[in-house]
């Protein structure tokens, strides 16, 4: 089995997929920082079972790390990320380099107001600034008909989905079920860091969120009950030290009640490491709507 | 002869624009906010020299305008618009509503940093991010090859400029050079505004600027020099009262010296109205570069 082919640079990647849009093809579009595992995977099957041609992108994006984060040391993995790429059946892996994709000092910046303003974007000051703007810049370069973004990051998704609307993006963008280990931990790259004992704790976060979904379809609508209970159960982990726990809306903004659609979002410290999750508690009903 | 089609709604325009993009036409773009004059007329002529298929958009938006400014009675005149496309052989006008544009509040928005601070920037907070919004926006919804914008709003043609570089937007932008009246006075809907005597009074702007040109050409490289002959010349019109007076560089930067592609950028109040107008002092020698 052949790989994907690889280009390296803003134009090589317009020209070949101008010819895959003048060839009347679909694509679809992963963007991702690399350090690929299986929830990037099913974003790339996601990509591929709807579109004619799949497109990844890895670039760990500086815009997106403030000073004292992880920028430096976070993970790269370029030549098994590529076999991942091939083992999905991606067609193109676009790797930019920070030259490439900021040749002069970039002066324009893309917001979207209050949905980020709270959980994770409360404590990572202009994070998220950096994080649509990348994604609207890498969307301008692929032009794709699709992108897919894991509901792992359910802020950013948020985020990117508001965007896609306000800015008339000519894009869908899909959100993808988070991928978890048989222990109930979302994957993530940054899982690697957690020692031995970080790993095993890092469980709480699933746990936190079971719990909160069990009291709502049992019927609590009480946010401040959810969030004392879940912050129970966190605070029970001696390893870890929560960020956030809050019970949000589909703009990323608390709310006091539980309707269907709310999530619970849940950040937690152990050691240098930070993890996210999120769970719905009450699932929409999409037959009703 | 036939008149151009017209287009009121996003989904219409993006379905019409789809299919000349598959005959394989290209797309030349005009966003205007209607109340067209012969500087606008240029713009059309220059798309429709250039490409296949010209579509000029007519939306008067909302955003750009501050609360105490002329949103309310900014000129419409969409008949006389849309007679003014078809004599300069426009293919479509798209006129959005307000709520076609913004169905839901607005919170994504785009701003491009130190190029908005000055000159108009600094005297109409939020005018440039409404601007570049809604010009993204537009791009987005019509997908041209190439994008024509007015030298006489060179503030806005320079943020254009840039956020089409730093966003890695597909389209060519272009500035087209300001028409003027016989007497020197820059095409401009905002000039129907004048009384008689503020009319006569309004070419100060234009001879303020061929004044600093003049010296520039003369020799004389001192900004504050130049500055201080300019606003000589702008204080000696009593019906005038002047907001800025400046030499800037290509990222809209005030300058301490002339060289090539500097240009004087000034605004005038007469009664209510603001008038802009701006000229390269020394032009950049293109053989050179």
Known sequence: MSGPELSKTIPETRERLQAVRNAGKSIGFVPTMGALHYGHARLIEAARSENDFVAVSIFVNPLQFGPNEDYSRYPRALAADIDLCRSRGADLVFTPSVDDMYPEKQLTFAEVGKVGDNLCGAFRPGHFRGVVTVVLKLLNIVQPDRAYFGEKDIQQLALIRRMARDLALPVRIAGVPTVREPDGLALSSRNRYL????????????????????????????????????LRVLESEPLGKVQYFDLVDENMQPV???TPGIRAAVAVWFGSTRLIDNMELVRIDKDSQ
Chains 1, 2 share one sequence.
């Open 195 to 230: 020692s031995p004992a970080e790993r095993t704790a890092a469980t709480v976060l699933y746990r936190a969120l079971l719990r909160s979904r069990d009291l709502a379809q049992a019927g609590e609508a009480g946010a401040s009950v959810i969030k004392k209970e879940a």
């Open 256 to 258: 006091d009640r539980v």
